[in-house]
């Protein structure tokens, strides 16, 4: 029997993204977006007080001989086993899984199932999405954590790092990563499949590979600050901190990190996220909804690949990020 | 054929009438956590009643039409024949072409061997002193047709388990449970805590409940608290009325008025379950640590209540932080302590948290902290995030001497609507982006 709450519950099902706030733990988030989708779903008006009927013996006035008849009357009363008080609330716990996770330290996309959604949230987290993060720095210093809230180990200059020294460092990183990237796709470079793959950017590495990263670009430079934008896969927040180090160190001096931000997770960017005031059911359901929405329109887009996109700009966008959706349209469809 | 079956609706007959008569046995037992014994598989019935019947075993229920005295009787002696010797269930001796009858309709019919005769049957006790033999022939059958004044007489109460897990199995049937759910007590939470099931079911309503509630509402509590005050605390319910009307005498000689007392109550519900010497212990150390006068003690305990009852060891840790680690004056404390009495009971971590953050980061001084002490009240990121975005826009000035002065009152106490528009002159989506640029 579908009650109110149900049907909430009903509406919950699905893939949604929050920012998550620096400085706190994801199972803290977690367990604080679980109560607050409770709340909401237990709000709802529990069903109707039921009865139970009770036959009571009437006396009977007359004790006839031989015939005397049945008198029983039926009274209708409450049974108190189903009220609210006695059997607690319909939901006392709901399953709320976490996608890729983030450390303490970082903020940014946090991607969450409930209910059925969960099994998509493993498709996710199997497949390989590229994730997106921006990466704060400082130079001059050197922590044993390689964050600015550890402890400090070295202090060094860094007056002679220009912009393109630091661009060049990081397009050697780029190269490598590239090269592993290769590596571990398992394709064979000599051939022409291969080379079409690789032109258009949907290499991607098959089975178990360590951190690789897709893409690597300095946003913004002031010495001694400096923000990187990665692109990654199979990475950890402290696999970044310590790719800032080592930038540090090819630049003859060192670099902490001051933040780790995750702009982008598969298809959830940071626009639609939720920041921590808006994690009540309401806005939760209309995220669910609006990400649906837009993953019928990406794939609307996707089955009509004649139809004319426009510019060469445009085009390259859509081939960009043509291989994260065609990548994740196996779980995409499911939610 | 040579077991004997026993039908369910029998089974629970028998059940039924020595578990509607026998409460005063079940408040001998626990009722909680014990998992529900109870077997309904009929070829298992004869080994696991004995061993897992908690409840004797009554007289049978062939005893049509009993007089509830006779009946007593022989529950009583019931319950002493199953202490002496462990019950016996007893055949009784009918014909055996009954057992060429479906098996489910045979019944087994349960004799204490003491005497006493059956009115049916004319059988009497004494013959039957054997152990028991399941090869033989059961007693009357299912389907023996009774008189229809028989059948209206026979009263059939509902089955209730001997121990179950939940109390919804006895609400339907008890006075004192049916009336906590009207007044509002949360038993679903209650039946979880140990023993505090089994408690409130043997109390009985109108001795015990009733007095205390009246007690409660002549203090002066509401009857919409009475709800949550059981919730929280089922004990009152079990505190002597001595002892309560010895307490709320205390509090009123040390001049607490009868709102302030009924407040305190209804704010705390284990306020009443503590003595008198430690509730003075308590008050004397408020008193003497904060180096308040008596009036102001008053306020702060009727303010915060529960600082009468818990623990005194993290309230004078709190202390000991405001003074050594941030560094604030005796003056400075009290009046912190009369605004924000909160602050002796909060978490150490957190509270140093806020302040290294307020005073060393956003820059502020001790005596614009003591002028504002909701700040401490506040929450980390809340503030955070808050002055950040001030500083982000450029007005993040708290110093009250120079211009465009923001208050730290307004910056920790708004909600988010006002702030965006009234401090930070910026629209709540801004606000929001800004929150993802953290």
Redesign the interface.
């Known amino acids: 029997m579908t009650t109110p709450s149900v049907r909430v519950f009903h509406k919950l099902e699905g893939l949604f993204s929050i920012?998550k706030?620096?400085?706190?733990h994801w199972k803290l988030v977690r367990d604080t977006v679980e109560t607050n989708l409770l709340k909401g779903i237990n709000a709802a008006p529990p069903p109707g007080p039921r009865q139970?009927v009770q036959f009571l013996?009437e006396p009977t006035s007359v004790m006839a001989e031989g015939s005397?008849?049945?008198?029983?009357s039926a009274a209708s009363?409450p049974?108190?086993?189903?009220?609210p008080?006695?059997?607690?609330p319909e939901f006392q716990h709901i399953g709320v899984g976490v996608g890729h996770r983030l450390d303490v330290f970082s903020?940014g996309v946090l991607v969450l199932g409930v209910g059925q959604a969960n099994k998509a949230l493993t498709d996710l987290y199997r497949s390989h999405v590229t994730r997106d993060y921006t990466l704060e720095g400082e130079l001059g210093m050197a922590t044993d954590n390689f964050s600015h809230t550890g402890r400090l180990i070295e202090r060094t200059t860094y007056d002679h790092i220009t912009r393109d020294k630091l661009e060049r460092v990081l397009a050697m990183m780029q190269g490598s990563n590239q090269k592993a990237l290769l590596t571990y796709s398992k394709v064979d470079m000599s051939t022409q499949e291969a080379y079409e793959l690789a032109v258009k950017g949907e290499l991607r590495p098959d089975g178990k590979s360590p951190p690789i990263m897709t893409g690597l670009r300095l946003l913004h430079f002031q010495p001694p600050h400096f923000t990187l934008e990665v692109q990654c896969l199979n990475e950890t927040q402290r696999y970044l901190c310590r790719i800032l180090h080592e930038v540090g160190l090819e630049l003859r001096s060192t670099a902490v990190c001051k933040g780790v931000?995750r702009t982008r997770d598969g298809p959830f960017t940071?626009q639609h996220?939720l920041?921590?005031?808006h994690w009540t059911s309401p806005d939760v359901i209309q995220a669910i909804r609006q990400y649906r929405s837009s993953r019928k329109a990406g794939k609307a887009k996707h089955t009509q690949p004649g139809k004319d996109t426009g510019t060469a700009s445009q085009r390259q966008e859509m081939a960009e990020e043509a291989p994260v959706n065609r990548v994740y349209f196996v779980f995409v469809k499911l939610f | 054929m040579s077991c004997v079956f026993i039908t369910d609706f029998y089974m629970a007959l028998t059940c039924i009438q020595l578990c509607q008569r026998c409460t005063s046995l079940l408040r001998s037992r626990s009722v909680g956590i014990i998992t529900l014994q109870y077997s309904t598989d009929a070829q298992n019935w004869p080994a696991a009643l004995w061993n897992s019947f908690i409840v004797p075993v009554l007289p049978s229920v062939l005893q049509r039409s009993p007089s509830p005295s006779q009946t007593r009787q022989r529950w009583n002696l019931g319950v002493r024949s199953y202490c002496e010797s462990h019950a016996k269930v007893q055949p009784s001796q009918t014909k055996h072409g009954n057992t060429d009858e479906l098996p489910g309709t045979d019944m087994v019919s349960y004799q204490n061997p003491l005497s006493h005769q059956l009115r049916d049957g004319g059988m009497l006790l004494k013959e039957w002193q054997t152990a028991l033999d399941l090869d033989d022939a059961p007693g009357h059958s299912a389907l023996e047709e009774i008189s229809h004044e028989e059948a209206v007489r026979m009263d059939i109460p509902a089955a209730l388990p001997p121990v179950s897990i939940s109390l919804k199995d006895y609400v339907n049937e008890s006075e004192t449970l049916s009336k906590l759910v009207q007044l509002g007590v949360q038993l679903w939470k209650l039946e979880q805590r140990p023993n505090v099931g089994s408690m409130l079911l043997r109390l009985d309503f109108q001795t015990d409940v009733t007095p205390r509630l009246v007690f409660l509402k002549q203090l002066g509590v509401e009857d919409s608290r009475l709800g949550y005050l059981i919730s929280h605390n089922p004990f009152i319910l079990t505190e002597s009325l001595e002892n309560l009307q010895a307490r709320v005498a205390y509090l009123r000689s040390k001049k607490f008025s009868a709102e302030s007392v009924a407040s305190m109550v209804s704010r705390a519900p284990y306020l009443l379950n503590f003595s008198v010497k430690r509730m003075d212990n308590r008050l004397g150390f408020y008193q003497q640590q904060l180096g308040l006068s008596a009036q102001k003690t008053r306020d702060v305990v009727v303010r915060l209540p529960r600082l009468l009852c818990g623990s005194l060891e993290p309230v004078k840790e709190n202390l000991k932080i405001c003074k050594l680690e941030m560094g604030f004056r005796e003056n400075e404390l009290q009046h912190i302590v009369t605004v924000i009495p909160k602050v002796l009971t909060a978490n150490k971590r957190k509270l140093t948290q806020i302040f290294d953050y307020i005073h060393n980061t956003m820059n502020i001084p001790h005596d614009l902290i003591v002028k504002f002490p909701q700040v401490l009240n506040a929450k980390y990121l809340r503030i955070k995030e808050r002055h950040l975005f001030l500083q982000y826009l450029d007005k993040a000035q708290y110093d009250p001497a120079k211009p465009n002065y923001i208050c730290l009152d307004k910056l920790v106490s708004l909600p988010d609507e006002a702030f965006c528009t009234e401090v930070a002159s910026a629209t709540l989506k801004d606000f929001e982006l800004f929150q993802k640029t953290m």
């Open positions: 920012y706030p620096p400085g706190v139970r013996a005397s008849e049945l008198t029983l009363v049974a108190l086993a189903h009220h008080l006695v059997s607690g903020s931000r940071i996220a920041t921590h005031q």
